[in-house]
């Protein structure tokens, strides 16, 4: 149901020619109507305008998608390894080829800037390509038993993946978190997110003739269908991207049925900045960290900055300059820098922050209000907004945001300040900026952070384990170990008997 699409184009030039040509369900290799013959619209959130009506999945509809999983799953897990890598290089490909397009949805019904956006679906296809040249590390081992008897494992696929995407990088995370599943000979179903669903129906075309059938599965809809994929038996493992509460929601619904979870959940992450740092070095460390480009829009964000005191205000004069270089602009314009906010209940929760902040005492020293542009008038943008002394105990500094919304706070104690790092139930990733190796070993050692930066942010390296400690999530993705997670090892014991065949 390509409704409004015509209007979709004339809003969005070259958007028409980049959409699926079908936005049902797809499982089992093809195309489905939902059960309850139920869509939603789909808007551009740069302009409020609707671009297009999405199937929206239902219980019955998850029913049939599991059962097509089910049946790709016996023919993918027959496939030899390095046949299944050659399709997964294939789909990388696909992407590559088609970058400009999937890019150019994702801005329009995501909000990301469609320069960022180019880079997220090459992220995707590096990550296909990464665990495709992984498929005979699937390994298990030895044990020594003496002459005659033999001990060992084996590693053997799951069954049906279930992976739930965020909105902030909807074809990112749809086509680069089906890596992992897939070299370990999994079928997969995605759930993409109800805001932005529309590139992960375009990967589904994309996938078309590299995988058996019921191998690749995207099944758009809400919170039940999410629930059911995380609840039916048949289904062997879930992995989530998202909150601290969906993560919860979606491992109280696995233990049911006592399968693992995969969860990359929240952070309210820290950047610390020790006095012997450029205070410009730092103030571009900071904008940096916070993913200003993305709104802000990103669980691994340093959104809490601990500047020293030395520094503090040199920072703080410096930050300015910097957030007044991203001009929030239409996603889809390739000079954008900065994005808007996905929805209206994600911009009206980020704009009451905002005065929550002002009104617990916290200085606001730029940004806190939409741009000017009569261009954007229509859309969630928020200029980048930054809060400086901030304290722990306020919300702003103790509670994820997910908007481009940044507390700065002073810190001289360095013991003082480990323990409001440390303050909170959440510990995803952690920016330390220090030129003394003894400052930044003994940080490291005591910040409670997965995934550590020192003298750089942000960036993600292919074969380093990135997940969370504390609520931050549970498992390590962008690795070896995320490819084991997604088969189980079975060992044998196999006892030579000597025949009693006579020659």
């Known amino acids: 149901m390509n409704s409004d699409l015509p209007n979709a184009a004339h809003e969005v ?14 499982y089992g290799g093809s195309w489905h109507r939902p059960a309850h013959a139920r869509y939603s619209v789909i808007r551009n959130p740069a302009t409020g305008g609707k671009i297009c009506d999405v199937a929206q999945g239902s219980t019955a509809d998850v029913e049939s998608a599991i059962t097509a999983a089910q049946a790709g799953f016996l023919a993918w897990k027959a496939i030899r390894p390095l046949e299944r890598a050659k399709s997964i290089r294939a789909f990388a490909q696909r992407l590559r080829e088609n970058a400009k397009e999937l890019a150019l949805i994702d801005a329009a019904t995501g909000g990301n800037p469609w320069r960022d956006l180019v880079m997220d679906v090459e992220i995707a296809a590096s990550q296909l390509d990464f665990f495709a040249g992984l498929v005979t590390e699937m390994k298990g081992h030895s044990v020594p038993m003496g002459p005659g008897d033999f001990s060992f494992s084996v590693r053997e696929p799951l ?3 279930a992976r739930i995407i965020p909105f902030n990088h909807p074809l990112m995370f749809s086509a680069g978190k089906a890596a992992a599943p897939l070299a370990a000979g999994n079928s997969l179903i995605i759930k993409p997110p109800e805001q932005a669903p529309v590139s ?21 809809g809400g919170k039940e269908v999410g629930a059911e994929l995380a609840s039916d038996p048949r289904v062997s493992a879930v992995a989530v991207i998202g909150s601290v509460a969906t993560g919860i929601a979606v491992g109280r ?15 309210k992450n820290a950047l610390i900045a020790y006095p012997d740092v450029d205070p410009a070095t730092v103030a571009a460390a900071v904008v940096a960290g916070m993913n200003f480009s993305w709104c802000g829009q990103s669980c691994g964000s340093t959104s809490r900055a601990f500047i020293h005191a030395d520094i503090y205000d040199e920072v703080n004069r410096l930050l300015i300059d910097h957030c007044q270089a991203l001009v929030p602009g239409i996603p889809t314009d390739p000079a954008t820098t900065m994005g808007c906010i996905i929805s209206r209940a994600q911009y009206d929760s980020i704009r009451q922050y905002i005065e929550l902040g002002k009104q617990e005492g916290a200085r606001l020293l730029c940004g806190g209000k939409p741009p000017t542009d009569p261009r954007l008038q229509g859309g969630f943008f928020l200029e980048p907004t930054v809060f400086v002394d901030v304290k722990q ?31 909170l139930p959440v510990g995803l990733t952690c920016s330390i900026w220090t030129h003394d190796l003894r400052h930044a070993q003994h940080c490291i050692a005591n910040v409670e952070a997965g995934y550590v930066w020192v003298n750089e942010t942000s960036k993600h390296f292919l074969g380093t384990p990135f997940g969370g400690h504390k609520q931050s999530g549970l498992g390590r993705e962008e690795c070896l170990e995320e490819l084991l997670s997604f088969s189980k090892e079975k060992n044998v014991y196999l006892k030579a008997v000597p025949s009693h065949r006579t020659a």
């Not at 992960?200 to 003739?209: C, D, I, N």
């Not at 945001?401 to 700065?408: K, N, T, W």
């Open 13 to 26: 030039p070259g958007l028409n020619a980049s959409m699926p040509s079908n936005l049902d369900l797809y």
């Open 253 to 267: 619904a696995a233990a049911e049925t006592v399968k693992p979870v995969l969860l990359e959940l929240g952070g």
């Open 200 to 220: 992960a129906l375009r990967l589904a075309e994309l996938s078309e003739g590299l995988f058996p059938a019921g191998v690749f599965n995207v099944i758009p």
């Open 393 to 423: 105990h306020m919300r702003i500094a103790s509670e994820e945001i997910f908007g481009p919304v940044l507390s700065v706070l002073k810190w001289e104690d360095e013991g003082a300040m480990l323990q409001d790092v440390n303050a």
């Open 159 to 161: 069954g049906i993946v």
